[in-house]
């Protein structure tokens, strides 16, 4: 499967951006998603991620309250929606697929997306 993001960008402190993870070439609807960030010198850690059935979601203690992930299979889509951003969310976004269920580590995760830069100013 091939992952594709987009929607990252520049925004303020306190502002909103809706990341994408385009998915193709597999069953997407059997494929659980995560997503995942980076920041320079900083190891890549885990955000977010949804099943294949769009049922238990995760998140970062960071991110809880603020992202919501969700997912259209019929647009083999995931989506992250990101509200009240903070300058420590800046980092390159990438989503990752997997079989099924979610799993936090990364290692656990088979497929992988190029990533979108998510810029917060202060």
């Known amino acids: 499967v091939q992952l594709v993001e987009s929607g990252g960008g520049l925004v303020q402190a306190g502002g909103s951006l809706r990341l994408s993870c385009a998915a193709s070439?597999?069953?997407?609807?059997?494929?659980?998603v995560g997503w995942f960030r980076q920041a320079p010198g900083k190891e890549r850690e885990f955000v977010s991620a949804i099943p294949w059935n769009g049922g238990d979601t995760l998140y970062a203690d960071s991110v809880k309250g603020r992202f919501t992930i969700s997912r259209d299979n019929a647009k083999n889509t995931v989506f992250l929606q990101m509200n009240s951003l903070k300058p420590e969310d800046t980092a390159v976004y990438y989503c990752a697929a997997r079989s099924f269920v979610v799993r936090r580590d990364a290692a656990a995760y088979d497929a992988w997306g190029q990533g979108t830069q998510v810029t917060v100013s202060s």
């Open positions: 070439g597999g069953t997407f609807s059997l494929l659980a």
